[in-house]
Nanobody, 122 residues
Framework: QVQLVESGGGLVQAVGSLRLSCAAS????????MGWFRQAPGKEREFVAT????????YYADSVKGRFTISRDNAKNTVYLQMNSLKPEDTAVYYC???????????????WGQGTQVTVSS
């Protein structure tokens, strides 16, 4: 059974930093892409970043480029999202996801975590 478990969310002041973790288990993810998405109240879930597990290729949404960094630890089967220079508009529930396709679309990811809340105060 595939499990994705996020951690690391919380309350932080603007321009602060947080690091989210996503521990993956239940299958081999070497051929998968791992993505981070977020959903703010009243808004649709949106793409944040993705990384291809096999070669480490990364892609970011324009809104987070230069501030967020996605990375992976093969030995720990864990994906991270380092978030710096946080803004109030980054406030959302952040979700980790796994899918066969290196893609920005929610529909291309098959497995999802439960989400972790990130709140950025001004």
């Amino acid at each position: 059974q595939v499990q994705l478990v996020e951690s690391g969310g919380g309350l932080v002041q603007a321009v602060g930093s947080l690091r989210l973790s996503c521990a993956a288990s239940g299958r081999t993810f070497s051929s998968y892409a791992m993505g981070w998405f977020r959903q703010a109240p009243g808004k649709e879930r949106e793409f944040v970043a993705t990384i291809r597990w096999s070669d480490g290729n990364k892609y970011y949404a324009d809104s987070v480029k230069g501030r967020f960094t996605i990375s992976r630890d093969n030995a720990k089967n864990t994906v991270y999202l380092q978030m710096n220079s946080l803004k109030p508009e980054d406030t959302a529930v952040y979700y980790c996801a796994a899918g066969r396709n290196y893609d920005v679309r929610v529909s291309k990811y098959n497995y999802w975590g439960q989400g972790t809340q990130v709140t950025v105060s001004s």
